[in-house]
Structures are given as C-alpha cells and as structure tokens.
C-alpha cells in the first residue's frame, strides 16, 4: 500500500490510476505471451504430426505402386 500512497501523494488520483493501468498492462502482455507460447507450441505439434502422416502416405503408395506394377507386368 506504501507505493499506492507515494504515487498518490505526488499525482494525485491520475498517478493511482495510472499506475493501476500500467499494472493491468504489464499483466495482459504477460498473459498474451503465455498464450502464444501454447499456440505455438499447439500449432508445431500438429504440423508434425501431419508431416509424419504425410510420409506414411507417400511410402504406402510408394509400395502400392511397385506392388502394382509387379503384378501387371512391370509397365
């Protein structure tokens, strides 16, 4: 409360205010960060695991391909 008392001592109720404002402040973009770390963190996770199923695909059809042409005659 000693800080809160100085503030308003020297600015009045504005200096309160605004240090009341710059602590909600401090407090939103710390939270903000927060939330995109999360996101991103969310966000890497699911480009990998598209990009392991992506390889999966592509080395099924692969196999299904020569599989096949094997069967076919080799055309």
Avoid: P
């Avoid at 308003?8 to 903000?32: D, E, P, T």
């Avoid at 592509?58 to 020569?66: F, P, Q």
């Amino acid at each position: 409360m000693t800080l809160i008392e100085y503030i308003g001592s020297i600015g009045g109720i504005a200096g309160v205010l605004a240090l009341l404002i710059f602590l909600a402040y401090k407090y939103l973009v710390s939270q903000m960060r927060e939330d995109r770390k999360f996101m991103e963190d969310r966000l890497t996770k699911i480009i990998d695991a598209y990009n392991t199923t992506t390889s999966e695909n592509n080395r099924v059809l692969t196999e299904l391909i020569v599989w096949l042409r094997a069967k076919n005659g080799g055309r």
